[in-house]
């Protein structure tokens, strides 16, 4: 992909962003528009280039006019999200990167006095209710602007460290505003000479942590290789056609890994584990598995996790260690629905699974029919698992399936799988195989 094309294919602007190149690195600048949307589309586009750093230096409004003058320079320590993008990455609180705070105000302090708090990020130019401004200021609030919550947001999603400069340009006295933009683009050139130095202490103060993650990644290898047995390595790897990089561990001793991490700090290895291994991807998973946060949160870390999934075993593994999905059915569904219609195989076997572990209920019953009539997927995976949880559904509902047999528009291999599949169960007696043989396609 060109840099000048975003996901969607579609052209980018050329004077929307420059290049500020330093010895070997080059830094991508963007000029984004105003609000959260136009921040988060930037800052998505840097995530799928491979950002390892975000630098944010924009305009704000003091709303403590008392504390913050025009001119001043502030770097919000967390966001009161009063917008609607932030909203799409996270349902908690936002907070800055305290080192990269500590680290950046320390270098700026030579252009003006640093002052921290919380910014509030709106949606509105011009509209600021009086008394919501009064509760703002209750919690923390020291400023308003447009994109701070969606720049941490972005950014804490990603995992990517994040620093945010905002220059006080207006500030609310009461109901009386106060512009004076000039006064604050002068700090504004004077944050950009300085920007060698953000840069550097920034990245220094993230390349400590990557050392971290690195010497973390380090040591979980290091302790599945030494869990490894040679002929559970061999047994895995014929279950597992075409994979290769099995090291042969138990799966008990990967579950107890992943409780030990959980405890830990699991976003962080989430977002900087290695993929490299089978066992480290099934770790990740069941790590996952584990972890407990609410719905949308969670449906970020399945679409992240769910790319990597490229084999039966991770995926019915990743499904079944899923139990939260039992305390989030209904809000669940639609994402889980739109997984089993996924173009890629191993996402929409992960999709049908997930009915089969957590959707066999009578007031699922007709939308699950639905769904299992309606894929087209080719994949062999794909269709396994369509005739299998139909087989599962017969299990449950015997009725009702022979029902959906009699009218299905299942293509003829999935069909017969799942008729064999039932006559495969120890569950169901001769007379009722005798019954199923009959509804075998020719």
Request: hydrophobic letters at 35%; a negative charge; proline letters at 2%.
């Amino acid at each position: 992909m060109n840099l000048e094309e975003n996901k969607a294919g579609e052209t980018l602007q050329q004077d929307k962003y420059f290049d500020i190149i330093r010895g070997k690195d080059t830094y991508r600048t963007f000029v984004t528009g105003d609000g959260g949307p136009a921040a988060a589309f930037s800052m998505e586009l840097l995530a799928e280039r491979g950002a390892s750093l975000y630098v944010g230096i924009g305009y704000c409004v003091s709303i403590c006019p008392d504390k913050l003058q025009i001119g001043d320079c502030f770097i919000p320590s967390g966001c009161i999200l009063e917008d609607g993008t932030s909203r799409m990455y996270t349902n908690d609180k936002v907070l800055g990167d305290k080192e990269l705070i500590e680290q950046v105000s320390r270098v700026l302090s030579e252009v003006s006095e640093v002052k921290h708090g919380k910014s509030c990020c709106v949606d509105s130019f011009f509209q600021c209710p009086t008394d919501s401004l009064a509760d703002w200021k209750k919690d923390g609030g020291m400023t308003l602007d447009m994109e701070s919550g969606a720049f941490y947001a972005v950014a804490n999603h990603y995992h990517i460290p994040a620093i945010l400069i905002l220059v006080v340009a207006e500030t609310i006295h009461d109901t009386r505003w106060e512009v004076k933009y000039p006064l604050a683009r002068k700090t504004i050139n004077s944050i950009f000479d300085k920007i060698d130095d953000i840069i550097r202490v920034a990245n220094g103060a993230s390349g400590n942590r990557e050392e971290q993650r690195t010497s973390w990644n380090n040591t979980i290898r290091e302790q599945l290789f030494n869990l490894a047995e040679e002929d559970f390595r061999k047994f895995s790897s014929k279950l597992l056609p075409g994979i290769d990089n099995i090291i042969g561990v138990r799966f008990n001793y990967l579950r107890k890994m992943a409780k030990r991490i959980v405890k830990k700090d699991w976003k962080m290895y989430l977002a900087n584990a290695s993929d490299e291994y089978f066992e480290e991807v099934m770790l990740q998973g069941m790590t996952i598995g584990y972890v407990n946060v609410e719905v949308k949160e969670l449906q970020f870390l399945i679409t992240n996790f769910i790319m990597k999934i490229d084999n039966w075993s991770v995926c019915d593994s990743f499904c079944s260690g899923l139990k939260i999905t039992k305390k989030y059915q209904d809000e669940m569904w639609e994402y889980i629905e739109n997984c089993c219609y996924s173009v890629r195989e191993f996402t929409c076997r992960f999709g049908l699974v997930m009915l089969l572990d957590y959707y066999l209920e009578e007031k699922y019953l007709d939308q699950v029919f639905k769904i299992i009539d309606s894929i087209e997927h080719e994949g062999y995976y794909a269709k396994m698992a369509n005739a299998w949880l139909l087989s599962i559904i017969y299990m449950n509902f015997p009725q009702r399936t022979e029902e959906y047999l009699k009218v299905s528009k299942l293509d003829n291999e999935t069909y017969n799988k799942a008729i064999s599949k039932i006559l495969d169960s120890k569950r169901i007696g001769k007379e009722t195989k005798n019954k199923i043989i009959k509804l075998r396609r020719i």
